[in-house]
């Protein structure tokens, strides 16, 4: 019972109610639309703001979280002006699905093509930015491979990518499987599974680096106690002689999108040295289930 207590604590404040929510976006002059893309083995949960017509910015939560994470770069004006803003539940998250369920989806590639549906709710038919934080990075970095047209930028946010450096704490062996599970919740239970089966993702993941050929910039805390500030190191080693920048805070933790939200915005709004016309089609209103 003390590490259920622990570990719901621990993992509270990356969970907001419905109520909370709409308390939240009550007096705020711009609300998202939400939208759920859905097919044979997918239901995938959106919150977009921005125009539809503007370049797509697709935000990529970690492990636990949710589309709600990144509300602050939703609700800013001026990267609404500039993108037409997307941010998902991943695949087993909130209110995202896969095949019916809200089962644990370890696979990397399998939540990189789910999330790719996202852009289809995009109507510009121009490049994007895809970024990342914690365990959405190297699942944004699986979409630059699979998708290499869509992107023009790639921002990894404290990214979980080195599969020698996963931290696990002590209580990890006695919260996955087994009775315990009963008493936690499911988004404890899926970030669990996500981080036994990591590693082996992540070494899966090691041929597919050399293949990205767009501009990437990576950002890492130095009090990260999350994901180790080593990952950087090893950013630098897998993306040696690419277009890639490295950012080192030495105070900051792991929560970048929150408490260095001025930085990551700075990075958002230079401007990128072109956008190229893609392929991705749009996906008629009618497909989609919208509420504002």
Known sequence: MLIVCSCSGCFSRFVMTEKEIREYYRDK???????????????????????????PL??????????????????????????????????????????????????????????????????SFKTGVVMGSSYGAPIAAKMVVLYPTAFHQLIMLA??????????????????????????PRFINHATEEKFAHVEELKKLLPDWGKINIPVVTVQGGSDDIVDPANLDFAKKLLRGKNAEFIYIPDAGHLIRWRNAGMVRSLLLRPA?????????????????RSN
């Open 29 to 55: 002059p711009v609300k998202p639309n939400f939208f759920t893309i859905r097919n044979d083995s997918v239901q995938l949960f959106c919150a977009t703001t921005g125009a539809d017509t503007l370049p």
């Open 273 to 289: 040295d072109s956008l190229r016309t893609t392929g991705v089609p749009s996906l008629p209103l009618h497909d989609n289930q």
């Open 58 to 123: 697709l935000m990529i939560h970690g492990a636990p979280g949710a589309w709600y994470g990144s509300r602050n770069f939703l609700d800013d004006p001026l990267l609404q002006q500039h993108y037409h803003i997307i941010a998902v539940d991943r695949l087993g998250y909130n209110k995202s699905r896969f095949r019916g369920k809200r089962r644990a989806v370890t696979s990397i590639t399998t939540q990189a093509i789910a999330i790719h549906e996202a852009l289809r709710l995009n109507r």
């Open 159 to 184: 990214p979980a990518i080195d599969p020698d450096k996963e931290k696990f704490w002590w209580f990890h062996p006695y919260v996955r499987g087994g009775p315990m599970t009963w008493f936690l």
